[in-house]
């Protein structure tokens, strides 16, 4: 076998097909490779003494091995291969896989990453990357972070200071009954908004029927449970939380119901007319923050659940729920208003979080082929025709053209 045959190759998708080249790859991204180097030899250091012409050198082991290599990647989707690379290179603590042409796996941690792109070019990015091999720290404990479990403490802590607050400022003392029907209104019709939304999307009898009672009970029950916030909220959480396997087999589907019923109408508000009704308004909108926060602080916790079908889709969903919390934070009191806070923060960092999602980029085909092709050459199988075919709506499958929307095909 040559040298020629013994080099490295990796799978590289350009325009569209994918071929063998050489390259590298680290942390299982592929790159092609334009130039190569390695650096190494021993540690010495050199003492000279006066008058003494021959130095005293100490040898104190063999330097750090490093594989600087300008490398590139290149294609019509050669900025989605761009971005991924930049994951594993920027993004990722500690030492990976790199696969070298010349020098085979090598345990290695990335050093400097310089990325040129050039108009002139074209459909290309090349990367100087400094590689330092760091084979004795392949062991070291890796810091996962528990973004989920991050989320989940940060709604639990927030659902607890959003009850503090409601019960701090709800007054029921003295209050004729007409003065808690804007309070009675706002809580039966988030229960209608709940039932209306959560209902077509339960997943099995049991937990339809159970959340059918919840809220038939939490309607019945409005007139008393207002004089009684604290309860009340307890019995709103558990409405949503009865829906166990629901959040498990489809979040997605629950985070954009919750997201639904988080816009309901609450009713008018109470006028402010005499001493009663300024404390009915006042309870009014202390009830409305809490019951809007309630939903908040459940799309929230799913954020990280869900299992997204692009990058973009995850940051739009990341981006509705934090202004869902940003706007309840805005109206919060100082009781509840760090609580939200910690919430927003914890769903920025857990939505994408370190999980891979491709994209959705553009594809333009002038001259029309069938559907199977165009799915052929961009992902080396037909597996997601019907994916292509749905997502741009084709009605005739053997002649598409035009721009078309398809998802990446790495994750990236």
């Given at each position: ?31 092609l ?21 021959d ?81 004795a ?57 709940l ?33 009684n ?34 816009g ?24 409305n ?5 309630t ?6 916790r ?39 806070v ?12 370190p ?58």
């Open positions: 076998m040559t040298w020629r045959e013994d080099l490295r190759r990796v799978r590289i998708t350009i325009n569209g097909q994918p071929r063998d080249l050489v390259g590298a790859s680290f942390r299982g991204v592929p790159f490779v334009e130039e190569s180097q390695r650096s190494g030899g021993r540690r010495l250091v050199v003492n000279n003494f006066p008058f003494r012409p130095p005293f050198v100490e040898d104190l082991d063999r330097l750090e091995r490093k594989f600087p290599i300008v490398g590139y990647v290149i294609g019509d989707d050669y900025m989605t291969q761009r971005d991924a690379l930049l994951v594993a290179l920027e993004d990722t603590a500690g030492v990976g896989e790199l696969l070298h042409p010349y020098y085979g796996a090598k345990t290695c941690m990335c050093g400097p990453v310089t990325v040129t792109e050039k108009r002139s070019d074209g459909g290309i990015a090349t990367f100087t990357i400094d590689f330092v091999e760091a084979p720290q392949a062991l070291s404990p890796v810091v996962v972070v528990d973004s989920v479990g991050k989320v989940a403490a940060s709604a639990k802590a927030a659902r607890v200071v959003r009850k503090t607050e409601l019960v701090e400022q709800f007054t029921v003392a003295g209050l004729p009954a007409f003065a808690l029907a804007s309070a009675e209104t706002a809580l039966t019709r988030t229960a209608a908004a039932e209306s939304a959560l209902g077509p999307i339960a997943t099995t009898t049991q937990e339809l029927a159970q959340l059918t009672s919840r809220i038939s009970v939490l309607t019945a029950s409005a007139a008393s449970l207002v004089r916030p604290s309860d009340l909220l307890d019995q709103l959480d558990a409405v949503i939380d009865g829906l166990v396997q629901t959040a498990l087999a489809a979040p997605g589907a629950m985070l954009d119901a919750l997201v639904e019923a988080y309901t109408d609450l009713g008018p508000a109470a006028p402010v007319t005499t001493s009663t009704r300024r404390i009915e308004a006042a309870n009014q909108a202390a009830l923050r809490a019951l809007r926060s939903i908040a602080i459940e799309s929230a799913l954020s990280p659940l869900v299992p997204f079908e692009s990058i973009e889709a995850a940051t739009a969903a990341r981006d509705i729920v934090a202004g869902l919390l940003e706007e309840q934070a805005d109206g919060a009191g100082d009781t509840a208003y760090p609580g939200l910690e919430l927003r923060s914890q769903v920025l960092r857990a939505v994408p979080g999980t891979a999602f491709p994209r959705l980029i553009t594809v333009s085909r002038r001259v029309a082929i069938p559907s199977l092709l165009l799915t052929y050459q961009l992902y080396g199988s037909v597996d997601r025709d019907a994916d292509v075919v749905a997502r741009n709506k084709i009605r005739h499958p053997g002649f598409v053209a035009g721009d078309l929307k398809a998802l990446s095909a790495d994750n990236s």
